[in-house]
């Protein structure tokens, strides 16, 4: 298990402790907070970068997911949007799951202020049963609920990048550390992320590792994955 793996296990024991236990996902989804709960920075950037399309979308009803309110970019295929969850191939806990979704669902049609809390919940539980086309779908009801929070954006970024479409999840990581700039995991995710699959590009990851160091100090593990980018 990587560096990025346990930063991001340790930021959700962190937002369980916070008081969302019944949330439980696997470890490379990070598990939502409830609104408030986590302190945000005193302004946030209202417009996502330039080259990420957004559309405004209506919410519908949550047996029925919204459009995600983002676009695959250009050049990013998906030759398949089901992979091998967790829970695949195990009945109990595929049913487990199921569940799941449809008690979030039901708390979903009438949410309000939890919309975000409770789309991740549900993407969450599809990635568990290997559904990347349904966990897309609810990761894009959460931005949608709550686009000032970086959790969907750092999800999105997961999917994006185990379903092979590189530049969406570049694109989606990097807006997680524009929303929430004072997160050190996302920041960490965003330049593993751009040093295990994009790692020519200079540009991209001199910026990111600029944006870090700005907003949470030149750490140690920045200084460590400079040096494994260096020498990589």
């Known amino acids: 298990m990587n560096k990025t793996r346990l930063f991001i296990i340790g930021g959700a024991s962190i937002l369980f402790i916070a008081g969302v236990a019944q949330f439980l996902f696997p470890r490379t989804a990070v598990s939502p907070a409830p609104s408030g709960a986590v302190s945000k920075p005193p302004t946030v950037e209202p417009n996502t970068p330039a080259s990420l399309e957004v559309k405004a979308v209506s919410v519908t009803p949550a047996n029925r997911p919204a459009q995600a309110p983002f676009a695959i970019a250009q050049g990013d ?8 969850g967790v829970y695949t191939d195990n009945p109990e806990l595929v049913a487990k799951a199921q569940a799941e979704i449809k008690r979030l669902s039901e708390q979903l049609a009438t949410a309000t202020s939890s919309a975000m809390i409770l789309s991740v919940g549900i993407a969450n539980q599809y990635e568990l049963l290997g559904k990347g086309k349904e966990q897309y779908d609810y990761l894009g009801r959460a931005i949608q609920a709550s686009p000032e929070d970086g959790l969907p954006w750092h999800n999105l970024g997961v999917l994006m990048e185990r379903l092979g479409a590189f530049e969406t999840a570049r694109r989606a990581y990097e807006q997680s550390t524009i929303v929430q700039p004072e997160f050190p995991l996302y920041h960490f995710a965003y330049l593993e992320f751009l040093i295990r699959n994009m790692k020519n590009d200079t540009v991209s990851i001199e910026k990111a590792f600029a944006a870090a160091e700005k907003n949470i100090g030149k750490r140690q593990y920045l ?7 260096e020498t990589s």
């Open 223 to 229: 200084i460590d994955l400079r040096a494994k980018w």
């Open 77 to 84: 295929t998906i030759v398949s949007w089901d992979f091998k």
